[in-house]
């Protein structure tokens, strides 16, 4: 190695040299070849050839991107990448082509190495458009209205007064207004200035029917809305459903949904996934109520021919929302036409009613009056005898007052009266005397709202709302013993009642089509009162008082493919005297022999507080126009509870507010769901499932005392539970046939908590909910068979709900005790029915305003006797079973139906 070293040092000099020439002339040339190269990839990278008309910005940027090796940087809340642009240039260099792209936009932009950063003009002038949307015909305000900016395919809907506002950059758009049931209106606006607009839409025709459902393409879609689980009916579509008697009912539609169930054929209320029925905050124009039925769950307290719209919320549930814990149940009365004088009405079987609506002055002033009566005290006096039912009726009364100040200022009053009356009398004769007996029974709902909308700015809504809501239940019983010489009479009458006076003011602040903020406070203060008065003396038992206080901020987002809504509720409840708080042992069960003194609280002092914070979030992902997926979370606490067996809601039951021995009821839902609509939005599918966690429950002791009488902490023990469920639906649109499917899978369990055994109830082990049903399937469809033949039909099917039952008996001295099985370790059998009904309209007369309908058909078609409870007793040392049915035979009904 050495050697050939030495050699090569020592080769000539002008070799060497061409060597090194020659290396350095091959290395220039190298470098001027990737110099080429280079400039050659760089011309290749900067030129841009597009050919795109009224094509998003999104998808222009993603082609340049493709073409050259520039990106894009932009803020999504100051660019709005939907907007539509068009552009043609071919190989033209990417400077000249981002100039000519955003040449007379709002735009600007700056090319930074190889990025192009976009953000918008300095001078920048936007302008809102904002006003209401109407019916063309009664003046109606139409809520959640759909109002599609077509330029970017943007859009809102109007609030539950009907209030839109969207602010743009100047320019020329298209707007494009829509509601189910009315014919599509599209408006070209000259954006420049400040734009109020009413816009008002015409009722669809008979003949422009199909028109009109083609382009109102998100009639029960679920892919738009972020909410998850949430469901909107209107009056048609309840009066559509076959019904008891023939006629339509609230109650009874949310029934047809998937995740909603009840105790019983004839019971009152509802259950929301796993909740029981007082976890459901009802209001009638923003008031609540908290008895809904008539007859004892027969039918509901709501007159459909003076409701415009319900809507149930029971997945993600809205912040301005609380004091309930499984869902949310918003109806709204009708305004009354602004226009002319309207009525409506029906006669049925066993009641009748009538609604009178129009203006006191044209446009300015409306009144709505709807009410019903029963007849059935007319009936029962052909069957007396021993027994006479003397008063057995009820009655409702809903009242609206619109008035249209200006455009900014609207004034509402309304409210219900809603009332059951029975009177019961019964005499017996025989040798030695006899008795009469007489028995009083009656409840009353009555509220009062009045609200005043203001529009602040053109972005800036407010709806200022006073509330007072008041139900009332009463039951008397007499009775006058008469033996040889001796009469003795006693009286006992029960009483009890819960009032509201709210105060609510509300905000809605519309930055831009993509953003909207809502905030406000809440105030509801309580008052409760229980009294029992009788011949032996009167108990009139603590009247208690609570105030419940909150504020909320919420806010609505949506990106390209995302959307937000999210918002914060901090609620605070206070129960104050006057009253004797109990003070129990520790080291004991909660009984009336483990008190060891009591705490005074004076009149209007605060006895206890709770307070928390109860977030809410709920996130949608746009997978295309036609496909979302959405997750939410909620948190809720409820400070007032309806102590009752938890087996059937009853006028009857006991409200009280949470306090020293009652804590909140605090519940959290996890819920996650997919909505799919097919092309031609004839077909609408959504699968949701759910997770919810209960602490705090109140239930009944095994053994426990019922009734109204002090110290009822002491009948009562704390539990916890979850519940979790998968619900499936499918919706029809067009065409003849129309109509859902539903099917719902859930569990809902609880567990009491107590370390005491005799507090215990199954060991502390986990048992179904009163109203566990694994297993649900309806089926709702309506067929139109001619222009004057329509058929409805409803089909349900429900798993059989969990009871307790006898399983022998026990004598101990000479008294026999019935012994009962563990807690709802029984179902009764499952249960199923199917109604029909028809639909007749003659051809309306020319000549008169008049229209009217007959409605007929069959409850319980084939007459299943769904068993409500299973009735257990000993006889000669037999233990006998039989069940109880509310209905158990075929009900046909007959209505006429009437408009002018």
């Not at 409500?868 to 509310?886: G, K, P």
């Amino acid at each position: 190695m050495k050697i050939n070293l030495f050699q090569g040092m020592l080769l000539p000099k002008s070799r060497y040299r061409k060597t090194i020439f020659l290396m350095k002339l091959s290395f220039f040339f190298y470098l001027i070849f990737c110099f080429q190269l280079l400039a050659f990839n760089g011309f290749s990278q900067n030129s841009v050839t597009l050919s795109e008309e009224n094509s998003s910005l999104k998808s222009i940027i993603h082609k340049i991107e493709e073409q050259t090796s520039y990106s894009f940087i932009l803020n999504n809340d100051v660019i709005n990448v939907d907007q539509h642009f068009s552009i043609n240039v071919i190989k033209t260099d990417i400077e000249e082509t981002v100039a000519l792209l955003f040449k007379n936009s709002t735009i600007s932009y700056k090319i930074k190495k190889n990025h192009i950063i976009l953000t918008r003009t300095k001078i920048q002038h936007d302008f809102t458009i904002s006003g209401i949307v109407t019916d063309a015909d009664t003046g109606e305000i139409l809520l959640g209205a759909s109002i599609i900016i077509k330029n970017n395919n943007n859009g809102v809907f109007t609030n539950a007064y009907g209030f839109y506002s969207i602010t743009l950059p100047k320019g020329d758009y298209i707007l494009e207004i829509s509601y189910l049931g009315y014919v599509t209106k599209v408006l070209d606006i000259k954006l420049e200035i400040d734009k109020n607009i009413k816009i008002e839409l015409q009722p669809s025709s008979s003949e422009l029917e199909e028109v009109v459902i083609q382009t109102n393409q998100n009639n029960k879609s679920q892919v738009k809305p972020i909410l998850g689980g949430t469901t909107s009916l209107t009056t048609s579509e309840i009066k559509k459903l076959p019904s008891l008697l023939g006629e339509p009912d609230i109650t009874r539609a949310i029934l047809t949904q998937p995740g909603i169930s009840s105790i019983g054929e004839g019971t009152s209320g509802f259950n929301v996934r796993g909740g029981n029925v007082d976890q459901n905050l009802i209001l009638l124009d923003e008031a609540p109520l908290y008895n809904t039925s008539h007859l004892f769950g027969l039918f509901s307290i709501f007159n459909a021919d003076a409701v415009k719209i319900l809507k149930l919320y029971k997945g993600e549930i809205p912040a301005r929302f609380g004091g309930r814990a499984s869902s949310v149940l918003e109806i709204r009365q009708k305004n009354g036409n602004s226009k002319r004088i309207k009525g409506e009405g029906g006669l049925g079987l066993l009641f009748s009613k009538f609604t009178i609506e129009g203006p006191i002055k044209k446009d300015k002033i409306s009144f709505l009056a709807s009410g019903r009566r029963s007849y059935f005290d007319v009936f029962f006096p052909l069957f007396k005898g021993n027994e006479a039912v003397d008063k057995f009726h009820f009655y409702d009364l809903n009242t609206k007052l619109t008035w249209n100040i200006n455009k900014n200022n609207r004034l509402y009053a309304s409210g219900i009266f809603a009332a059951d009356v029975l009177k019961f009398n019964q005499e017996e004769e025989n040798g030695e005397g006899g008795f009469d007996s007489d028995l009083d029974l009656g409840w009353i709902n009555t509220t009062a709202t009045l609200r005043w909308n203001h529009t602040f700015s053109n972005r800036l809504f407010s709806n200022i709302t006073g509330i007072y809501s008041k139900y009332d239940f009463s039951l008397g019983q007499r009775e006058d013993l008469r033996e040889e010489d001796i009469e003795e009479n006693i009286e006992e009458t029960v009483k009890r009642s819960i009032e509201n006076w709210i105060f609510k003011p509300d905000f809605t602040y519309y930055s831009n089509p993509t953003t909207q903020m809502r905030f406000g406070l809440y105030g509801n203060l309580y008052q409760f009162i229980p009294k029992i008065t009788s011949t032996a003396g009167n108990q009139v038992l603590d009247k208690e008082k609570a105030l419940e206080l909150a504020a909320y901020y919420s806010i609505e987002k949506q990106w390209d493919k995302l959307s937000l809504s999210t918002g914060l509720r901090y609620s605070w409840f206070a129960n104050f005297g006057e009253e004797d708080i109990a003070i129990y042992d520790p080291n004991l069960p909660q009984t009336q022999n483990s008190i060891i003194g009591n705490r005074s609280v004076k009149n209007n002092e605060i006895s206890k507080t709770y307070s928390g914070f109860e977030p809410r979030i709920s996130l949608k992902y746009d997978i295309n126009d036609r496909k979302a997926f959405k997750i939410g979370y909620n948190r809720m606490f409820q400070y007032i509870h309806s102590i009752n067996r938890q087996t059937i809601t009853l006028p009857n039951d006991t409200w009280k507010p949470s306090g020293e021995h009652i804590a909140p009821l605090k519940v959290n839902q996890f819920s996650a769901g997919y909505a799919y609509d097919t092309k031609d939005q004839n077909y609408n599918f959504s699968i949701e499932g759910y997770y919810k966690t209960f602490d705090d429950l109140i239930v009944y002791k095994n053994g426990a005392r019922l009734g109204v009488f002090d110290n009822l902490e002491t009948e009562l023990v704390t539990a916890e539970g979850f519940s979790y469920g998968l619900e499936l639906a499918a919706h029809k649109n067009k065409g003849k046939l129309t109509g859902n499917v539903n099917y719902t899978y859930s569990v809902s369990i609880r567990k009491t908590k107590s370390n005491f055994s005799s507090e215990q109830i199954n060991n502390n082990t986990y048992f179904p909910s009163n109203f566990d049903r694994p297993h649900i399937f309806n089926i709702t469809a309506n067929y139109k068979l001619s222009k004057k033949w329509e058929v409805g039909a409803f089909f349900t099917f429900q798993t059989g709900r969990p009871i307790t039952q006898p399983n022998g008996r026990l004598t101990l001295d000479g008294d026999s005790f019935i012994t009962y099985s563990d807690r709802n370790a029984f179902r009764i059998p499952n249960t199923h029915r199917a109604d029909i009904s028809f639909t007749y309209t003659p051809t309306d007369n020319p000549n008169t305003n008049w229209k009217g309908s007959w409605n007929f058909g069959v409850y319980n078609v084939y007459g299943r006797k769904n068993a409500f409870s299973i009735n257990s007793v000993f006889d000669d040392n037999q233990l006998e079973t039989s069940q109880i049915s509310f209905i158990a035979a075929p009900i046909p009904f007959i209505s006429y139906n009437f408009k002018f």
